[in-house]
């Protein structure tokens, strides 16, 4: 599940890079956004990879998640992401970024992680790295939405953005607790 959400990243910041592109001679918001993401892109590129080598470090083998059908949930958020972006405005990027990386993984949570699974440490370095570069990723976009001269409208995509990839990453979560071992809770 994390692989589908992180392998969408880097496409959907190049769509809605694009998509500012070409409205920002008439649009400043667009021409911030297509700038933010100018720079963001590079920063995100090859995460996937990192995913796809964690899961190897506890055996899972690399084909065998890339030939997995991501869930039905993943794919409605991430294509929640594509329609916002180009039928509405891009900025909506903005929302899903910031929850993604306006909130990083906490060390001692990772720590739980680990004690819990029994896996090395190495199955958590990506886990372990965003929680102390999504710090900077997080400051970055929201000094970044506080310059946007964003309209009420466009102020409020980003937070229903937000709201809505949290429901929805939240449900795609609970998917995968369902299909692991051992005793469910209510």
């Known amino acids: 599940m994390c692989h589908c959400v992180v392998r969408a990243s880097v496409p959907l910041m190049e769509t809605a890079r694009a ?7 008439d649009d400043p918001v667009a021409a911030g956004v297509e700038a933010y ?3 963001h892109i590079d920063e995100e590129r090859d995460h996937d990879e990192w995913v796809l080598e964690d899961l190897e470090t506890i055996g899972v083998d690399r084909s065998a998640v890339l030939a997995r059908p991501p869930s039905p949930t993943v ?13 509405y405005h891009p900025v909506s990027l903005l929302g899903w970024i910031g929850f993604l990386e306006g909130y990083p993984p906490q060390p001692a949570m990772i720590d739980v992680l ?47 953005n937000a709201m809505s990839s949290v429901r929805l990453l939240t449900k795609a979560l609970d998917e995968v607790s369902d299909l692991a071992p051992g005793p469910k809770t209510a």
């Open 75 to 87: 794919a409605e958020a991430v294509g929640a992401q594509y329609y916002w972006i180009l039928h």
């Open 37 to 39: 993401l100018g720079e």
């Open 114 to 160: 680990e004690d819990r699974t029994g896996y090395r440490p190495e199955a958590f370095r990506t886990l372990r790295a965003h929680a102390e570069l999504d710090i900077a990723h997080g400051d970055e976009l929201f000094a970044t939405v506080d310059r946007l001269p964003l309209t009420a409208e466009q102020s409020a995509v980003i937070g229903l």
């Open 19 to 25: 998509h500012a592109a070409a409205m920002a001679r």
